[in-house]
């Protein structure tokens, strides 16, 4: 479920073959899946009936919807999305005892009782294995822009992400690289840049104001960036992900150990 290393004693359960997307419902927003589903199966068969499943972790044409759900997995654009708690309307779990129970349902606003949905998300199969999931859908922004600012040092691009903040603006991704990852990633993803820190911001909604707020962004930047590149569009945009999204496996072939946490810039 959540790519966890049982105690000893403990047990493994693959739910990868149980990977049918049940419904999509553009009426309802929602989506009804088998925990197998791989993320990004899941956001390219939303995109065609025009709607969005935000929730992007770097493995996402690799994680599974159910694995997801038990590490409550957020992704770049958890800053204006949010993490996979926020998309999970209902669930269908086992119990330890085989006991199956259904909680939440279908509707998009449920205030009613204990959030039983929030105490499983997140719970990596403590509690339950999660055998159907009931995911909110929102409508699929028309654009999205890129940029790719670089600096000199780490402590600049932190300051960056402290400018673009404090400017008003909130982008729907905000990434900063440290030297060390950017060194590993030259040696196993093209294109990474040669610099010694980076900021990937992305903004997405209606394509004026994605304009104008990518502008707003490289103002912003510009001043303290030794290098500032921008993309338009999807296809754009994936290639400077593209970097992103190895960063995990180009770490991985250094031969270190290396342990995966969520590590953020801080605000104050």
């Keep these: 479920m959540g790519g966890c290393v049982p105690v000893r004693g403990g047990l493994v359960v693959s ?6 997307i049940l419904e999509i419902s553009p009426a309802d927003g929602l989506a009804v899946v088998q925990p197998g589903v791989i993320t990004a199966k899941l956001a390219s068969a939303a995109a065609r009936r025009n709607l969005f499943y ?3 972790p770097a493995s996402l044409k690799e994680s599974t919807l159910g694995g997801n759900i038990a590490t409550n997995a957020g992704g770049p654009r958890c800053l204006k999305y949010g993490v996979t708690r926020s998309y999970v309307l209902g669930l269908q779990v086992v119990l330890a005892d ?4 259904r909680l939440g349902g279908r509707t998009h606003k449920n205030r009613t009782g204990f959030d039983l949905i929030g ?3 997140g719970s990596e199969g403590m509690l339950g294995l999660v055998t159907e999931a009931t995911l909110r859908l929102i409508p699929l922004p028309p654009t999205r822009s890129c940029l790719r600012a670089e600096f000199t040092s780490v402590a600049a691009a932190a300051a960056g992400v402290q ?4 400017s008003g603006l909130l982008p729907c991704a905000l990434e900063i690289a440290d030297p ?5 990633a030259r040696k196993a993803i093209p294109n990474t840049p040669h610099c010694d820190s980076m900021l990937i911001v992305e903004f997405d909604g209606q394509s004026s104001s994605v304009k104008s707020e990518l502008a707003a962004a490289t103002k912003v930047l510009r001043a303290s960036s030794s290098r500032i590149v921008t993309a338009h569009g999807n296809a754009a945009c994936e290639k400077i992900w593209e970097i992103r999204r190895g960063f995990s496996y180009a770490l991985r072939d250094t031969g270190l150990v290396k342990l ?3 590590v953020t810039v801080p605000r104050g």
């Excluded at 085989?98 to 129970?101: K, L």
């Excluded at 400018?163 to 404090?166: P, Q, V």
């Excluded at 060390?180 to 590993?184: D, H, I, Q, R, V």
């Design 260 to 262: 995966n946490e969520d």
């Design 15 to 20: 739910l990868v073959k149980m990977n049918r």
């Design 54 to 56: 935000p929730p992007d």
């Design 163 to 166: 400018k673009i903040l404090g």
């Design 119 to 121: 105490l499983f998300t």
């Design 98 to 101: 085989g006991t199956i129970v």
């Design 180 to 184: 060390f990852t950017l060194a590993a």
